[in-house]
């Protein structure tokens, strides 16, 4: 008897063992994130409703006196049409204004939806204060402007959409996005969109049907970003300024610098408004007045001292590799839930900081004539006692666990023979393995879309 609860004990430890070698922390995490977007419709007081989970990001609905208005309208116009729909059982009043809170695609995508219902709504927008290069929707007006394309291209991948859903988990601060039709394949189209109101100040009152806004000016995520405040409501609409994750202070589709320092100054406006309800563009409302105050302010402690501390490693002299390792959140904030490093990362707001103030340049005269990558691949192959002993050390590397070595070591070798097909598997092996234990979203996308565009490339995808 004894012996088989000892059997019995003993298979038990060995399944958990083994359920939880398949399963790394940071994907427990990420996993347990995607609570943040399971739909709901949620009322606040007598005329707001927060959908959250309908699509990437959250859309509202406000009852006036004679019609509604909505902040934001999602990115995909097939699922705005189901969210349009819900909202129809609620009331059947007329659109009057759709208030945009910034020029990102998954803000304003699906709104044909709603203008469908032809009642000619005012749809609101913030033009940046930053001179005449700026406006609504600039950052991907300035990629077209220049010619870019690539930032697609890293975008996609980014938002994993070729991921099949066994390694697809989130995208950080969202759900999914709508395979069909995304922000990433519209082209034209996004950067067509233009409102009909502009706000260009930096706070402006306005009356839309009955109910009074407040639309602030709130630098974050893009130079277009608004809050929007209802004083009576005590409502706050953040945009992507504030949601719940450490913030995308860079992102790795890349972009033009994020202006870290007007992010927190955006956040300390909003903790002027002592708001109760904290509606963010992206994951679920914060409610009562001590959690926003909470949430605000470990917000705007976080993105200034990752700001503050850079600037000053900057000024001791520092690299942003010397930086990198310099600039650490304190425990205080870094053990805090809605910091969590699910869409933006702390070292790589540092390298971003940096580079907007400084350029590509990091202080070391050595970089300023750097080998090319295949001299330096030449030397570093020598110096291992040959191409083939650096090989086995990259195949060593992977099998003793030690992956992100292991696919620098690949870098080498494919700097030598880019048709390399036991290399590229490689690397793309490696990028998988590293992918399991990163809990940003943004940078586990990227690496496994990555890694099967490799193998794609090897055409050994079957393979596996
Ligand atoms: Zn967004």
Same mark, same amino acid.
Request: charged share 25%.
């Given at each position: 008897m004894k012996n088989s609860i000892f059997t019995l004990i003993t298979a038990l430890l060995v399944f958990t063992t083994t359920a939880n070698a398949q399963e790394t922390?940071?994907?427990?995490?990420?996993?347990?994130?995607?609570?943040? =977007?399971?739909?709901?419709?949620? &009322?606040?007081?007598?005329?707001?409703?927060?959908?959250? %989970? !309908?699509?990437?990001?959250?859309?509202?609905?406000?009852?006036?006196?004679?019609?509604?208005?909505?902040?934001?309208?999602?990115?995909?116009?097939?699922?705005?049409?189901?969210?349009?729909?819900? =909202?129809?059982?609620?009331?059947? &009043?007329?659109?009057?204004?759709?208030?945009?809170?910034? %020029? !990102?695609?998954?803000?304003f995508g699906g709104i044909q939806a709603f203008l469908a219902e032809g009642d000619n709504p005012q749809v609101w927008g913030r033009k940046g204060a930053l001179g005449e290069n700026t406006g609504f929707n600039i950052e991907a007006r300035a990629g077209k402007m220049a010619g870019l394309t690539y930032a697609n291209t890293r975008g996609a991948r980014q938002a994993g959409i070729i991921l099949p859903d066994s390694i697809h988990i989130n995208n950080g601060v969202a759900p999914r996005p709508d395979k069909k039709r995304t922000m990433f394949t519209r082209g034209e189209e996004t950067v067509e969109f233009s409102p009909t109101h502009f706000f260009t100040g930096e706070r402006e009152k306005i009356e839309i049907d009955g109910i009074s806004f407040e639309l602030v000016a709130a630098s974050g995520e893009t130079y277009d970003n608004m809050y929007i405040w209802m004083p009576e409501q005590k409502v706050l609409f953040t945009g992507d300024t504030y949601y719940k994750s450490f913030p995308n202070l860079y992102t790795i589709r890349g972009s033009q610098y994020r202006d870290v320092q007007s992010w927190y100054q955006s956040i300390e406006k909003m903790l002027g408004e002592d708001a109760e309800y904290l509606l963010p563009g992206h994951t679920r409302p914060i409610v009562g007045k001590e959690k926003v105050k909470e949430s605000l302010t470990d917000y705007r402690d976080a993105i200034k001292f990752v700001f503050d501390k850079t600037i000053e490693g900057i000024n001791k002299g520092m690299t942003p590799d010397q930086l990198v390792a310099y600039v650490k959140l304190p425990e205080h904030l870094a053990s805090k839930p809605n910091l969590i490093e699910y869409y933006g990362r702390v070292d790589w707001s540092v390298r971003s900081i940096f580079t907007g103030y400084l350029g590509w340049f990091d202080g070391n005269p050595v970089n300023l004539n750097r080998l090319t990558p295949k001299t330096e691949a030449e030397k570093m192959a020598q110096m291992a006692g040959g191409e083939d002993k650096l090989r086995a050390n990259a195949l060593k590397a992977f099998e003793d666990g030690d992956f992100q070595w292991s696919a620098q070591l690949s870098d080498y070798l494919l700097a030598l023979n880019d048709t390399d097909k036991e290399i590229i598997e490689l690397k793309a092996d490696a990028l998988m393995e590293i992918a399991k234990t990163m809990v940003t979203a943004t940078g586990r996308n990227y690496m496994n879309s990555y890694a099967i565009q490799l193998k794609q490339k090897t055409g050994n995808l079957e393979k596996k």
């Open positions: 922390e940071a994907t427990r995490l990420l996993k347990e994130q995607n609570k943040e =977007f399971v739909p709901e419709i949620i &009322k606040f007081g007598d005329n707001v409703w927060f959908a959250v %989970g !309908h699509d990437v990001s959250n859309v509202a609905m406000i009852e006036g006196e004679t019609g509604i208005i909505l902040v934001d309208a999602g990115q995909s116009p097939v699922r705005m049409e189901a969210l349009r729909q819900k =909202f129809r059982q609620i009331t059947d &009043k007329p659109i009057r204004a759709i208030l945009i809170t910034h %020029g !990102h695609g998954d803000h």
